[in-house]
């Protein structure tokens, strides 16, 4: 397993690769890996000649500092993961000066509106953080093909934007969020989470299940109240939004419209940890 630090390194060994017409896969990550991690990974080992695994945690992503220092940092272990998976996947774990240059700050995106709601409104600057450290990461990469995975469902639309602004080659490959056995949806931040949370979070999907059943009958609105109810009568978890959106405009909706995917949008605290997940609702 080779582990690259610089991006001058990286692109040493990706030219001539690239040259020959090799197929490169990206798959970019913050670390502290997880099954749902490790699924992208197996997916770009599959379509691609050769994987890149980027694990670095991206600074201007994050709007509160102590979600920061308390992120996960344990490239030894993802690396011993990747390594079951395949010997010849490459790691690319930048410092912050290398990948940013020197200067560790976020530019400015226009996205058309797709970062100003749900995690853009709870969150500020986190999207033009997360389109920074992708658009450099592609830069460094060049790949051909990226994998992300559908629990940050915004953070995909995003990027997909990104892509058809910056990389119009680059194909983005979704990937079904995986879930654990109670219906959890896999996060690094699960592991800050103490074992009777952890089970009781099942109530997050359950949640979004039934809402999704009652979607196919009630309106966006009564759907959207009952959620908010459950939240506000459950007292280990604290609902931040839930919010129906078109999946192209991720505008919130009030009417049903034919013909248009809709997804639903939650971010619970639980205990102190800041929980995403979605599920479609008609499709
Ligand atoms: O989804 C993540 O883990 C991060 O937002 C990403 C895409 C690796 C950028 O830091």
Known sequence: MTIFKS????????????NKGVIIGLVPTMGA??????????KAVN????????????????????DLEKY????????????????????????????YDGE??????????????????????????????????????KPNKAYFGEKDFQQLQIIKKLVAQNWPTLEIIPCEILREENGLAMSSRNERL????????????????????????????????????????????TLEYFQIADIDTLTPIQQKQSGIKYRGFIAVFAEDVRLIDNIALNY
């Open 7 to 18: 991006k001058k390194d990286l692109n040493n060994h990706l030219k001539p690769l690239r």
């Open 33 to 42: 890996l997880h099954q749902g991690h490790l699924s992208l990974v197996n």
């Open 47 to 66: 379509n691609t000649d050769v994987v890149v695994v980027t694990i670095f945690v991206n600074p201007t992503q994050f709007d509160n500092k102590v």
């Open 72 to 99: 996960p940092q344990t490239l030894k272990e993802d690396v011993k993961l990747l390594q079951i998976i395949s010997e010849d996947i490459l790691v690319f774990a930048p410092t912050k000066e290398d990948i």
């Open 104 to 141: 560790v700050v976020s530019k400015s995106f226009q996205f058309d509106g797709l970062d100003k709601v749900m995690e853009g409104e709870f969150r500020k600057g986190h999207f033009d953080g997360v389109a920074t450290i992708v658009d450099l990461l592609f830069d460094a990469v």
């Open 194 to 237: 103490s074992a009777p949370t952890r089970k009781a979070a099942s109530f997050i999907y359950k949640t979004l299940k039934t809402a999704k059943s009652m979607f196919g009958t009630k309106n966006a609105i009564v759907v959207t109240d009952w959620v908010k109810q459950q939240f506000a009568e459950n007292e280990k978890f």
